[in-house]
């Protein structure tokens, strides 16, 4: 769910579109994810763009997909933050 890196921190996330609000939902124990809650649509990369705005607005911190363009399923990179102040961000 959580792995840091050299760079930053991965998180594991499944991004639940057209939501009312955007936010964070809770864990999914059974995936292994952080279930993202955005207002987007998933149509051109809308809730993907969404997405990033809102972890990077939440962490302060530039965010990167690395894994899951076109999936619900992504591993995203946030650069320059520990795992503790992700944990903390995420109220972990």
Excluded: C, H, Y
Aim: without cysteine; hydrophobic residues 40%.
């Amino acid at each position: 769910m959580l792995k840091e890196v050299r760079e930053g921190v991965i998180l594991r996330v499944i991004v639940k579109p057209n939501a009312r609000e955007n936010s964070i939902e809770g864990i999914d124990e059974w995936r292994g994810r952080i279930k993202v809650n955005i207002k987007a649509q998933p149509v051109k990369g809308k809730a993907n763009r969404e997405l990033i705005k809102f972890l990077s607005n939440l962490f302060g911190a530039e965010v990167e997909i690395l894994k899951g363009e076109t999936s619900r399923e992504k591993d995203v990179l946030v650069r320059g933050v520990n795992l503790e102040e992700v944990k903390r961000r995420l109220k972990l």
